[in-house]
């Protein structure tokens, strides 16, 4: 073959023909590159796109925001003013007469906000611990019984003892009528949690299991060295349930601690101040008193905000592993 008919090799960029390709041009033709760190110019359908975005999501937010607004307004309003023009965006008749009635007995209600805040966080702290264990000796293969346990945790989400039963075992079999343990206890562990947390763990690779005891690491230590920190999502997101459910309960404190205990949880504590004033209300409504002058829907409006205040100061920090540890399992493939 004649020198003159041999053409020197043409290495492609694989990176510059897809990118050709793509677009649709000849093979002969380099696409023009931007600088290096100069943006890519947005097209006009972009920015369309984007604005429509922005404003969906900013009208939600404001529609999510719109009911905090009307009970943080209705608890600075008069009750008469309430009863009259009913609630608003703005304090109507501007008074602290409901935060006044809660506050009667500030060292009743602080007291009150230490044991929530004790049994929140020490409830959240070992319930997280005992679920995760629970979730990751049911996810683990070698674990020989995994299926006959999770079987008996899925009977209990199904079929339940009744409140008969649950009341007897707490209040006559262990005793714990007036114990602040018989609020503490059943709040600890929940089969959803547990189910939650074992399919996060269906996420993590078992070889970190397999390179743990090579090493020659225990189970506990796999646990709390290797798996423990790769379950910050789901973490996260069942400390969130554990801690709203600490914080929001009244219903178990009604049935075992009653009068019983000297500081009752905030939830009930609230409960008991709402029902004082509906009771007072109705006794005075025959005399020459006017209802419009005590506190009703205002006081309700008040308990909701110190009821809700700090814990929603909390959910911004845990939002992003909150998002992304209830989406588990959500997503196959």
């Known amino acids: 073959m004649p020198s003159s008919d041999l053409k020197p090799a043409v290495i492609a960029d694989p990176v510059t023909t897809e990118a050709i390709v793509l677009a649709g041009r000849k093979p002969g033709r380099r696409l023009r590159e931007h600088p290096a760190g100069r943006p890519i110019k947005l097209e006009r359908s972009d920015y369309v ?16 925001l719109l009911p905090f607004v009307l009970i943080v307004s209705a608890s600075f309003s008069s009750e008469s003013e309430i009863m009259k023009d009913g609630f608003g965006l703005l304090p109507k008749g501007f008074t602290f007469t409901a935060y006044e009635y809660i506050f009667k007995a500030p060292g009743q209600i602080i007291g009150s906000y230490v044991v929530t805040i004790i049994m929140t966080a020490t409830g959240t702290a070992v319930g997280l611990f005992v679920i995760s264990m629970t979730g990751y000796a049911l996810w683990r293969p070698d674990f020989r019984f995994r299926n006959q346990i999770s079987f008996f945790i899925y009977f209990t989400t199904l079929f339940s003892a009744g409140l008969a039963p649950t009341f007897l075992w707490i209040g006559r079999t262990l005793d714990l009528r007036g114990n602040y343990l018989a609020v503490w206890l059943p709040l600890l562990m929940t089969p959803w949690l547990i189910i939650l947390m074992k399919s996060f763990m269906r996420t993590v690779p078992f070889e970190i299991v397999e390179s743990g005891k090579i090493d020659g690491a225990g189970d506990f230590r796999i646990f709390w060295q290797l798996a423990l920190p790769m379950m910050k999502p789901a973490l996260a997101t069942v400390g969130l ?11 178990l404190s009604s049935l075992y601690l009653g009068s019983t205990v000297e500081f009752k949880p905030l939830q009930y504590q609230l409960y008991n101040v709402i029902n004082t004033a509906n009771a007072l209300r109705n006794s005075v409504a025959g005399s020459n008193v006017s209802i419009t002058d005590l506190p009703s829907n205002t006081l309700k409006m008040a308990s909701a905000v110190v009821a809700t205040g700090p814990i929603l100061l909390v959910y911004p920090f845990i939002q992003k592993y909150f998002v992304s540890g209830i989406t588990v399992g959500a997503v196959k493939g």
């Open 49 to 64: 796109l984007r604005g429509i975005s922005y404003v969906t999501i900013s009208l939600f937010a404001l529609f999510c």
């Open 241 to 251: 349930f554990l801690a709203l459910g600490y914080w929001n309960e009244w219903y």
